[in-house]
């Protein structure tokens, strides 16, 4: 009986040896790198946009007068920066003289790595982004100005060694959940960006491991 154009098509490539297995891997290993090079793109313009924000975000604080602020800002997206260049190292090692299904599977492993990392991270830095924003409006001209008038009216304010209780209490609450919220946060912030591109990968590999099953199925 003749082979149906899907049965073809499934062994053409997952046999290595079929006719047209050369044709079949190819489109797919195009359509992996293809997919995969455009996030090394995104990913590099990524890192390169974030330093070009940290020096407007630096010159922009001094401008309005909250200089501390875009001083850590500037230091903590730096420091994002350099760490994710590190785990971009392994990203580069993938050897792409592989199946596509091995690519993309290796890919995965990275890119699981990469997340993970970065979550961790994740739940330091979006405190420090708001204590540093703090910081820099309560060292500001205006809000110290604020403040001392403030001050000279003891009923509106309680401080305790000269810290304004009622003030301080919210931040660290909120403080305390952008920790404990980091992770989500930053699952957010990569939905975002890149979740086009995983949904297309992971279609990819689900395409991919169904061919795989059928065939064993087929051969069992």
């Given at each position: 009986m003749e082979k149906s154009i899907e049965t073809i098509w499934k062994e053409g490539f997952l046999k290595n040896d079929a006719l047209v297995a050369p044709k079949l891997n190819n489109l797919?290993?195009?359509?992996?790198?293809?997919?995969?090079?455009?996030?090394?793109?995104m990913f590099n313009i990524n890192l390169i946009a974030?330093?070009?924000?940290?020096?407007?975000i630096l010159v922009a604080s001094y401008i309005v007068g909250i200089p501390i602020m875009g001083i850590g800002y500037f230091f903590i997206l730096n420091g994002i920066v350099i760490f994710?260049?590190?785990?971009?190292k392994g990203l580069l090692k993938i050897d792409k003289n592989v199946s596509s299904y091995e690519y993309l599977n290796a890919f995965n492993n990275w890119m699981k790595e990469q997340l993970a990392a970065n979550r961790k991270i994740a739940r330091i830095y979006?405190?420090?982004?708001?204590?540093?924003?703090?910081?820099?409006?309560?060292?500001?001209?205006d809000i110290q100005e604020s403040f001392n008038e403030i001050i000279?009216?003891?009923?509106n304010i309680y401080l305790v060694y000269g810290i304004p209780i009622y003030w301080t209490?919210?931040?660290?609450?909120?403080t305390g959940l952008l920790a404990y919220f980091g992770d989500r946060i930053y699952n957010f912030d990569v939905s975002l960006v890149y979740g086009p591109i995983f949904r297309k990968l992971n279609k990819l590999v689900t395409d991919i491991e169904e061919l795989r099953a059928t065939d064993k199925n087929t051969q069992s």
């Amino acid at each position: 009986m003749e082979k149906s154009i899907e049965t073809i098509w499934k062994e053409g490539f997952l046999k290595n040896d079929a006719l047209v297995a050369p044709k079949l891997n190819n489109l797919y290993n195009q359509k992996s790198k293809h997919i995969i090079d455009k996030f090394k793109r995104m990913f590099n313009i990524n890192l390169i946009a974030i330093i070009i924000g940290s020096f407007v975000i630096l010159v922009a604080s001094y401008i309005v007068g909250i200089p501390i602020m875009g001083i850590g800002y500037f230091f903590i997206l730096n420091g994002i920066v350099i760490f994710n260049h590190k785990l971009r190292k392994g990203l580069l090692k993938i050897d792409k003289n592989v199946s596509s299904y091995e690519y993309l599977n290796a890919f995965n492993n990275w890119m699981k790595e990469q997340l993970a990392a970065n979550r961790k991270i994740a739940r330091i830095y979006y405190p420090l982004f708001f204590l540093f924003m703090v910081l820099g409006f309560w060292f500001s001209n205006d809000i110290q100005e604020s403040f001392n008038e403030i001050i000279e009216q003891p009923n509106n304010i309680y401080l305790v060694y000269g810290i304004p209780i009622y003030w301080t209490l919210p931040i660290i609450f909120i403080t305390g959940l952008l920790a404990y919220f980091g992770d989500r946060i930053y699952n957010f912030d990569v939905s975002l960006v890149y979740g086009p591109i995983f949904r297309k990968l992971n279609k990819l590999v689900t395409d991919i491991e169904e061919l795989r099953a059928t065939d064993k199925n087929t051969q069992s």
